[in-house]
């Protein structure tokens, strides 16, 4: 670096204000983007195994919207309904509101059907047996690693204000679409 | 740019670790447990937690149809617990009206709760281990508690959701319109006759930056261009027209010139004759921000304030507006990102606050439409309206060697009141000479091939200038 190279840059104040006026700038457009639309997680645990690893870095949607709906099998972002400001958790949604859900000899049963789970080894065994009804605005969220995981089975159904958003990819150390998951 | 993306980066990275707001973590808290745990816990009436005489930071959050205790009590605890009872009182004797629940993950046993009598409700959590966190949850009907008005307007700010969205889009809006609105009173106020008739005299041997700063209440590309024109015109320079690029070339020094004129052609002219398109290209990009050009500006606006036509230089009185723009456009960033820390995941209060920066901004672009004019500027600016007026008339100008002079003479003049190509119209009947101080090495150029060579050449160079000055410079 030579004198002359820091001479042009600190030459004149506008230098400042032309650099704050940028900085400024991309600095508003990453924070809306980063509150309200798209963010980036690591995952931390294995409740989410095989689909997803341990230190995995995710790529997530955010829904600012209450009122958005979720759908069966999404990957989704909770806050902990019993420390929501400090615990967030990374599950599967396998109930949606108003359903009723059973699990019984390690299979699940939504509305007395029982559904299909492809995306978790058919050796994984879900337990406790039990039963939940949905209210209007619950989700019934688990972990796909069904044998190590806390989720609703233990703490019941989540309300949708502790969505924060959905999964969409794993960027980090593979790339992977969460919806081939 | 480097400073740009790290700032990004480093910026996107840092809330990507999810960052809400800290109340009073349990693991926090001095508390010793026990094998055989009971922990009182008071809800006061004003919305206010104590567990076991000590008042917590968090409080009742004000939901829309219940008020709503969240809390965990018990965080990785240092040793197991047998049984731990939580004893809640509430400020009101409706117990039973209360939806509670008792959550427990990674290493707890039975869980229950229940109404011991109108005031209390009991949780309790059996076989808890030292990873196990233990949270009770109370749904309060609306009016168990009564919390402060300043409480119930915080805990609501956020709740306003799309409210807020919306009055950050009406506030830029309702500044563009207010501002308007202002320009429109000031120019009332200020009310320029359009002139009946037309001067086919300059009203004032002034120069033409001057004229400009009067007309557009700034030095820009036209001024400069201008200056630069009645610089040639005047015989200080040439302006060189060659296949290869254009150049300046110094002529006679005029020991009469203006001090903004010395520092135009200091700026053009280091200590060569010819001054080329890569040397004035090198000469502005040698610094992001050229000092001359910036003092060139506030030499011309300056002058014209001297004259009479502004009570205060108008650049001083916009700089006002910009630095007091500045400092709330700081304010409102500061209140934008405040509100997105406050409130992480209900954070449409940040729009409020965006819209403040815009509106500053709508501030800052529209300040230079106000009106700033003495009553002498007025008038004066009046008689150059008129003068405008006979530059861009239809009428041709019948040929003689008089006005042959007067289309150059006037020609920096009808840049700066935007009529130049009228301006030239006018002599479109002429058996065109070219000017002396424009050299060409293309033979037999008419009026029209003159216009299409020289305005291009004084346009770059005066936008060039123009774009080097420094912000905010006094």
Known sequence: ?181 | MFFLVFFGVSFFAFNTVTSFKADTPISQTNIVYTPEYTSNIVINKDGTIIIDGQKMAQKIDLLADSDELRLPVIDKPATDIDLATFIVTLPKANAGEVTHEILGIHGVGEINSFVQDENTIIYQARNVSTYATVSIVAKLPKGTIAPSFSYWILSNIPNLGSIWLVLGLVLPIATFILMMLFILLRLQSQKVQAPKDETDALPMAIPPGVVGVLFHQKVGAREIAATLIDLACRGDILILDRSRGFGFAKNHLDKRLIGYEKILLSKIFKHNLVSDKEEIDRRINAHLYSKKISVLSLGISNLATRLGYFKTNPQTIYLRYKVIGSIVCVLGLAGFFFSLSQYANTSYLAFLWLGMVISTLVVSCMVQKIPVRTSLGQDNYNNWLAFKKYLESDKKIPYSPDNQEIFQRYLPYAIVLECEIKWAKRFSEHNFIMPDWFVSDKEGLGLEDFCLSLFPIVSYVSRSFAAIREPGFR
């Open chain 1, 1 to 181: 670096m030579n004198n002359n190279f820091f001479t042009k840059l600190i030459y004149g104040g506008g230098v400042f204000f032309d650099t704050i006026k940028w900085v400024a700038l991309v600095c508003v457009i990453l924070a809306i983007v980063n509150t309200f639309f798209f963010s980036i997680f690591f995952v931390d645990g294995q409740s989410m195994e095989p689909n997803l690893h341990d230190k995995e870095v995710v790529f997530w949607r955010k829904s600012s919207v209450e009122a958005d709906r979720l759908s069966r099998g999404q990957i989704v972002l909770v806050k902990y309904p019993g420390d929501p400001e400090h615990k967030q958790y990374v599950k599967r949604v396998i109930g949606l509101p108003g359903e009723t859900l059973e699990i019984k000899e390690s299979k699940v049963f939504i509305n007395g059907k029982v559904t299909k789970q492809e995306y978790i080894p058919v050796y994984f065994r879900t337990e406790p047996d039990g039963i939940w009804m949905m209210k209007e605005n619950e989700y019934f969220i688990m972990g796909d690693n069904r044998e190590n995981s806390s989720d609703s089975r233990i703490f019941g159904p989540v309300e949708r204000r502790f969505v924060l958003g959905h999964a969409s990819a794993v960027i980090f150390p593979r790339f992977l679409l969460v919806r081939d998951m």
